[in-house]
């Protein structure tokens, strides 16, 4: 199984920065694209930003209009990290981010055999104050 571990949350003051960053663990043949999603009270979950990490496509990135400008997403220096630079913090980014993971591994006692997973970290909370 692969799991997703994150860690940067925190408390921040309005205009603020903070870095997310997400570690995947576990067998992985091939990691297609890690993403941030968001989640605030009474609100449905949404994606905040993308990151393509499979050949030719590698680095392609993508946000949301809210973000865009302020929320940098880009690959760590450990293999199958991503992390999350979030400047200009706003009250309305208030939410727990979840990391988000898409790619293959091997299955479990077959030889040359793999499936594709998606997994969700456990979510950090970030919390801007106004």
């Known amino acids: 199984q692969v799991q997703l571990v994150e860690s940067g949350g925190g408390l921040v003051q309005a205009g603020g920065s903070l870095t997310l960053s997400c570690a995947a663990s576990g067998t992985i043949l091939t990691m297609n694209d890690m993403s941030w999603y968001r989640q605030a009270p009474g609100k449905q979950r949404e994606l905040v930003a993308f990151i393509s990490l499979f050949s030719t496509s590698a680095g392609t990135t993508k946000y949301a209009e809210s973000v865009k400008g302020r929320f940098t997403i880009s690959t760590g220096n450990t293999k199958n990290t991503v992390n999350l630079q979030m400047n200009g913090l706003q009250p309305e980014d208030t939410a727990v981010y979840y990391c988000?993971?898409?790619?293959?591994?091997?299955?479990?006692?077959?030889?040359?055999?793999?499936?594709?997973?998606?997994?969700w970290g456990q979510g950090t909370q970030v919390t801007v104050s106004s």
């Open positions: 988000y993971a898409r790619g293959w591994r091997p299955v479990e006692g077959r030889a040359n055999y793999q499936t594709n997973f998606d997994s």
